[in-house]
C-alpha cells in the first residue's frame, strides 16, 4: 500500500490530507448526529406535560436530556406563560443556535469532496507530463519508459475518487439528517402552539 502511495507522486500527500480531515468530520458528525436524535415518544411526553399545564416539569425534563428538537422545545417551554408570541420568538431564537450546530462542518465535507477529484485530476496531468517528459528524453523504445508517468496519473486519479466518493454520499446523508431535524422542530413547535 505504501508502495503505491509513494508511486502517485506529490500529489498524494495533499489527498491524504483531505482523507484524514474527511474521516475526522464523518466521525465527529456521526457521533453528535446520534447524539441530536429525538425521541418521539420523549417529545410526546413533553407535550403531554404541557397540555397539563405541568410546565416545570416538562422544562426539567427538556435540562436532563439532549438534542438539537429537544432544546427548542425548552426554551418554547420557558416562556409558555408569556403566551404564543413570546414562545415563538424564544424558539426562533433558540433555532438560531441549534441549526448552526447541526450544520457544522457539512460545507468542509462539500470542499473536501471537489478538491480530492480536483487534486486527483492535477496528479493524473504531473503523471502525464512526467510520461512525455521521459519520451522526450529517452524515447518510446520500451514502454517502461513511460510506465512510471502513467502509474503516477492512474493512482493520483483513484486515490481522488476513493477520497471524494464517501465524502459527498456522507455530506448527503447529513444534509438529509439536518432536514430531517429542521422539520421535526417545525412540526413539534406547532405543536406546542397548539396548547396556547
Not at 8 to 13: D, E, S, T
Not at 148 to 170: D, H, M, R
Request: net charge positive; glycine share 8%.
Amino acid at each position: 500500500m505504501w508502495g503505491y502511495f509513494l508511486k502517485g507522486g506529490i500529489m498524494m500527500w495533499p489527498i491524504m490530507g483531505c482523507s484524514v480531515l474527511s474521516a475526522a468530520i464523518i466521525i465527529e458528525r456521526l457521533i453528535f448526529y446520534n447524539r441530536a436524535r429525538t425521541r418521539h415518544f420523549f417529545v410526546a411526553r413533553l407535550i403531554e406535560l404541557a397540555g397539563k399545564k405541568e410546565i416545570d416539569k416538562a422544562v426539567q425534563l427538556c435540562k436532563n436530556s439532549r438534542g438539537s428538537v429537544v432544546g427548542i422545545i425548552k426554551y418554547g417551554l420557558m416562556k409558555f406563560n408569556e403566551g404564543r408570541e413570546g414562545m415563538e420568538k424564544a424558539m426562533e431564537e433558540a433555532g438560531l443556535y441549534e441549526i448552526p450546530r447541526l450544520e457544522k462542518y457539512l460545507p468542509i465535507l462539500a470542499a473536501i469532496s471537489s478538491t480530492a477529484t480536483l487534486m486527483g485530476f492535477t496528479g493524473t496531468v504531473m503523471g502525464m507530463i512526467r510520461a512525455f517528459n521521459d519520451i522526450v528524453q529517452h524515447g518510446i523504445s520500451s514502454p517502461t519508459v513511460v510506465a512510471k508517468g502513467i502509474a503516477e496519473a492512474l493512482i493520483t486519479t483513484a486515490s481522488g475518487l476513493f477520497v471524494a466518493i464517501p465524502t459527498i454520499l456522507f455530506y448527503h446523508y447529513f444534509s438529509h439528517i439536518v432536514e430531517r431535524i429542521t422539520i421535526e422542530m417545525e412540526q413539534y413547535s406547532t405543536e406546542l402552539f397548539k396548547l396556547k
